[in-house]
């Protein structure tokens, strides 16, 4: 058994609703799991014996949630970048021939070896910025054999990672050039779909839908098809025009509804009304420079569990720090300090299914935990781009310190 004890502040949200925060706050665990959250003084009385460990002046949260991201993939797609601030839209790059269709060929290439050291080192990056729980995506393969490739190497991370990672199967992610779509369409539904589900490669199938990608039809009748093979849905939607995507996600049963940037009133109606969790990417709108950015506010007032995840990937937002993320999300959604927290941990947890596991500092729950050397939690969002984390501990472990650079 361990004590953090005299911390400025221990900050959680709640499960089932309500935020805490305790000052000269306690944490107790014992080997990996969460045992007393509450003051230093009931913690001590509580566990004479104990180890103690003082972290005054310093502040303590819940290990970040990155609920979506695109991180396996080859090379890197700086220069586009670098057009969009030459003005050049998403639509114009893909047009000419990059977005997502460049990073597909550049994956397919890669050997899988090359695809597990990159992805490890941008993980351990993450790492560093507090987030100790991740979604993967595939979907820059396109055909059976590449993105197979790419669970594997999920697979992999999974099973040699110090962080909880998730994978989802993202095969809709676009449409390979060399088949048809009706054709790519039925190759995922007879091929992949079942192979996915039957060697159990991934916890979720996800569909592109939107103009210009997958249709509403196409991307129900994948999920009913994952969803007879026992994957749970979740959707790219809205991101581009309203697609009536958020009403598809709530029809479908998805654990969540991501980016979300053109959803209508009452597709966030039929959200909350079934459960969807949003899952917003405000690094990515504002990477784009869109002129709007998904309705958190207006989702939250409706009811829906607001999550933010970094959308990390090489084209439209090469973001590892969900720091950064929770900063954007109040500044470009108004979303409060408290509410900004809630939706990097605890939320996007509920995104992934594992809110009884992870995503605040209750007992009971993993002991995921960041250390921030910081007065109090509102210099999150005060000391913009900065990177106050101190110690990272996952599962009751110490797995990262910014002294010594530990893993
Ligand atoms: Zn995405």
């Known amino acids: 058994m361990i004590i953090l004890h005299n911390a400025a502040q221990v900050i959680t949200p709640l499960t089932g609703g309500g935020f805490r925060i305790v000052d000269r706050g306690a944490i107790a665990y014992d080997q990996d799991l969460i045992v007393f959250v509450g003051s230093t003084?009931?913690?001590?009385?509580?566990?004479?014996?104990?180890?103690?460990?003082?972290?005054?002046?310093?502040?303590?949260?819940?290990?970040?949630?990155?609920?979506?991201?695109?991180?396996?993939?080859?090379?890197?797609?700086?220069?586009?970048?670098?057009?969009?601030?030459?003005?050049?839209?998403y639509q114009e790059i893909a047009a000419a021939g990059g977005g997502i269709q460049s990073t597909v060929k550049a994956t397919r290439d890669a050997a899988p070896e090359q695809l597990l050291e990159a992805a490890r080192a941008d993980l351990q990056t993450m790492l560093s910025f507090g987030t100790t729980t991740v979604e993967i995506k595939s979907g820059y393969g396109l055909t059976f054999e590449s993105e197979m490739k790419l669970l594997q190497v999920a697979g992999t991370l999974r099973d040699t990672s110090p962080q909880d990672i998730l994978i989802t199967f993202l095969g809709a992610h676009d449409f390979p050039r060399e088949k048809s779509r009706e054709d790519y369409v039925v190759e995922l539904m007879e091929n992949m779909l079942p192979a996915v589900a039957g060697e159990k490669l991934a916890d979720f199938c996800d569909v592109f839908c939107d103009q210009g990608y997958y249709s509403n039809e196409q991307t129900r009748t994948i999920g009913r098809r994952a969803a007879e093979l026992g994957l749970r849905m979740k959707l790219h939607v809205d991101e581009l025009a309203d697609v009536n995507g958020a009403a598809l996600a709530a029809e479908l049963n998805a654990v969540s509804a991501d980016h979300l940037i053109f959803a209508n009133d009452e597709g966030i109606e039929k959200m909350a009304e079934s459960g969807v969790c949003a899952v917003l990417l405000p690094g990515t709108s504002f990477s784009l420079r869109m002129p709007r950015h998904a309705p958190a506010r207006k989702m939250i007032a409706r009811g829906v569990r607001v999550a933010t995840a970094t959308d990390f990937n090489p084209g439209t937002c090469f973001c590892h720090s969900m720091q950064y993320i929770l900063q954007l999300s109040t500044l470009l959604y108004g979303l409060t300090a408290e509410e900004a927290i809630t939706a990097g941990t605890l939320n996007g947890a509920a995104a992934l299914g594992l809110e009884s596991r992870t995503g605040s500092l209750e007992p009971g729950k993993q002991m995921d935990c960041l250390i921030f050397d910081i007065p109090h939690y509102g210099y999150l969002f005060y000391n913009l781009g900065s990177n106050r984390l101190e110690t990272v501990v996952k599962r009751g472990k110490v797995l990262w310190n910014k002294k010594q650079n530990l893993r």
């Open 41 to 89: 003084e009931e913690a001590i009385a509580s566990y004479p014996s104990a180890e103690r460990i003082d972290v005054s002046r310093k502040v303590l949260l819940p290990g970040f949630v990155d609920a979506h991201t695109h991180l396996i993939f080859a090379g890197n797609r700086c220069n586009e970048f670098l057009m969009r601030l030459r003005g050049a839209t």
